[in-house]
């Protein structure tokens, strides 16, 4: 992380701990960074780039049912990522130009993220959303 990142943690309710764990999901290799020019998600083994700018919204939500947040999900409606480590509340960044996240090979691209961080309001004003 550089010295002017913002980073956000990704909180682990207890009983998915274990799972995630599995998933290779850990406090340590899960957390969002804002920086000058980037948003940068890491979850496990997956991770999201993208200039700040392509952020182009937000909508907050949760409390979230756990089958739905848990994990990494691909959304069938919209094609949207949620990468989530609780049911409580979560954030998702509506991006301007899809980005890929999902799978390795960039075949899907999605027009959202969700994220399940600590303080979804600060990440939103760290963006300058």
């Known amino acids: 992380m550089s010295a002017s990142a913002q980073r956000f943690d990704f909180p682990v309710e207890p009983r998915f701990a274990r799972p995630l764990a599995l998933m290779g999901v850990r406090a340590d290799r899960a957390h969002v960074e804002v920086t ?6 890491r979850f496990g083994p997956w991770r999201v780039r993208t200039p700040r700018s392509n ?45 890929r996240g999902m799978e390795p090979l960039g075949l899907v691209r999605h027009r959202g993220i969700t994220v399940t961080v600590a303080d979804p309001d600060a990440l939103v004003r760290a963006l300058g959303l």
């Open 36 to 41: 000058e020019r980037e948003l940068r998600v």
């Open 55 to 99: 952020v182009t919204g937000f909508q907050i939500g949760g409390p979230y049912r756990w089958w739905r947040v848990i994990g990494p999900h691909l959304s069938l409606a919209d094609g949207g990522l949620t990468l989530g480590t609780n049911t409580r509340r979560g954030v998702c960044l509506e991006l301007r130009v899809p980005v």
